[in-house]
């Protein structure tokens, strides 16, 4: 949420008791450690410098996203679908980008993952099958068939305008401007649109812990 910050701001939960700040943690501070070491070890001025900066913080998110799926499965008995999926990829990418010396490789991982994303959530919305539903039954109680079919076709189409955000951004911006935008604008922009949601899925049933509250 990493490049899993849209995906996994599709999930508000509910319910703060939930324990929602280790799922939060785990999905976002593999990449806000990217940012990290990449700032830190960042030299002022040279392009190998901000070359090597990029090989550290790619490192530093591999290990990082493994030790967030063995937490995962150790405190939270499961490991998200979405999680593993970011793991593969950053793993994946993240070895080609260290072995070829080029950070374009993990550049690319969001327009992967946005685009995967889109073709599963709006293909299962053309054959009448919400398949965000079988993701976040937990974090969307009482939502009806109807509000599933709405949530999964606007999340796809929000994938497909990221992955083509990521891809123009990639292509036009510095690496240290493109990470800076991606750990703060698209993390913001994800949560705004899953924010936006909320009256279209409370019309479809969605059972808010505050409204709950008041009944």
């Known amino acids: 949420m990493p490049q899993t910050a849209a995906a996994e701001a599709v999930a508000v939960p509910k319910k703060k008791s939930e324990g929602s700040l280790l799922p939060l943690l785990l999905d976002f501070g593999p990449l806000l450690i990217f940012f990290a070491v990449f700032k830190l070890t960042q030299s002022d001025g040279a392009a190998l410098a901000s070359t090597r900066a990029a090989i550290n913080g790619t490192l530093a998110f591999m290990v990082a996203i493994l030790v967030a799926v063995a937490v995962s499965k150790w405190r939270l008995g499961r490991v998200s679908p979405m999680l593993w999926l970011s793991a593969v990829l950053v793993v994946g990418f993240g ?49 009806d068939e109807t509000g599933w079919l709405k949530l999964s076709r606007n999340w796809g189409l929000f994938f497909v305008v990221m992955a083509l955000i ?50």
């Open 166 to 215: 990521n891809e123009g951004l990639r292509q036009f911006l510095t690496f240290e401007t493109w990470l800076t935008v991606k750990v703060w604008g698209v993390t913001a922009l994800s949560f705004l649109f899953a924010m936006s949601q909320i009256p279209m899925l409370m019309k479809h049933g969605l059972a808010l812990e505050g409204a709950e509250a008041k009944d």
């Open 95 to 143: 070895a080609l980008t260290v072995y070829f010396n080029d950070e374009r490789f993990i550049q690319i991982k969001p327009t992967i993952i946005y685009s995967g994303f889109a073709a599963l959530l709006l293909g299962g919305w053309t054959m009448g099958k919400p398949l965000l539903r079988y993701l976040l039954q937990a974090a969307y109680d009482g939502l």
